[in-house]
């Protein structure tokens, strides 16, 4: 049994710093954070491979490092340069199947954590 529990988000100013975390991956072959806002559909931000292959959506490329410890069964996101617009609930997902940012390819989701940024 998978269950993940995600921490870390907070209210910071545009411009700052968070880093999330989530605990409980165990091992997977994808790891990946995605975020949604109220009447939007959820997006993918990163995802990590077992092989260590990352990938980012455009809007974070640069900003955001996402990061895994396996021993430790931990699933990192690091994210600087903070913008209003990086406002949503932040989700870790865990998938077997294929690593993309494909939401029906993640079997196990944690509830969110919320990230708020003003400007």
């Known amino acids: 049994q998978v269950h993940l529990v995600e921490s870390g988000g907070g209210s910071v100013q545009a411009g700052g710093s968070l880093k999330l975390s989530c605990e409980g991956t165990g091992y997977m072959y994808c790891l990946g954070w995605f975020r949604q806002v109220p009447g939007k559909e959820r997006e993918g931000v990163a995802i990590?491979?077992?092989?260590?292959?990352?990938q980012y959506t455009d809007s974070v490329q640069g900003r955001f490092t996402i990061s895994a410890d396996n021993v430790n069964k931990t699933l990192f996101l690091q994210m600087n340069n903070l913008k209003p617009e990086d406002t949503a609930m932040y989700y870790c997902?865990?998938?077997?199947?294929?690593?993309?940012?494909?939401?029906?390819?993640?079997?196990?989701w944690g509830k969110g954590t919320l990230v708020t940024i003003s400007s």
């Open positions: 990590i491979r077992s092989d260590a292959f990352t």
């Open positions: 997902a865990g998938g077997w199947i294929s690593c993309d940012f494909i939401l029906t390819n993640f079997h196990f």
